[in-house]
Nanobody, 128 residues
């Protein structure tokens, strides 16, 4: 059973930091690219950051480049998103997802439709 569980969301003031985590089973985590997406009220789900199965390739949306860092911990089968210099426009529900079509490929896809399994989401609210 594929299971992704996000944590680490919360309320933070503009300029602050949060670290999101996404715990996965070994079968879900190993060998696959993973990504973080977000969805604000009334808006479509959008790509935030992605990382290849090896961790050697990462890709970021322009809106978060230089502020967010995606990483993966193979020992704990956990995906992280370190978010610094947060802005009110970063407010959204954040989702982690796994691209099960990327097995051992050096690819990071940015469209939500490329990802097969999703977590339940964690709310991030940035106050001005």
């Amino acid at each position: 059973q594929v299971q992704l569980v996000e944590s680490g969301g919360g309320l933070v003031q503009a300029g602050g930091s949060l670290r999101l985590s996404c715990a996965a089973s070994a079968r879900t985590f190993s060998g696959y690219a993973m990504g973080w997406f977000r969805q604000a009220p009334g808006k479509e789900r959008e790509f935030v950051a992605g990382i290849s199965w090896s961790g050697l390739s990462t890709y970021y949306a322009d809106s978060v480049k230089g502020r967010f860092t995606i990483s993966r911990d193979y020992a704990k089968n956990t995906l992280h998103l370190q978010m610094n210099s947060l802005k009110p426009e970063d407010t959204a529900v954040y989702y982690c997802a796994v691209d099960r079509n990327s097995l051992y490929q050096a690819v990071v896809r940015i469209t939500p439709g490329a990802y097969d399994y999703w977590g339940q989401g964690t709310q991030v609210t940035v106050s001005s």
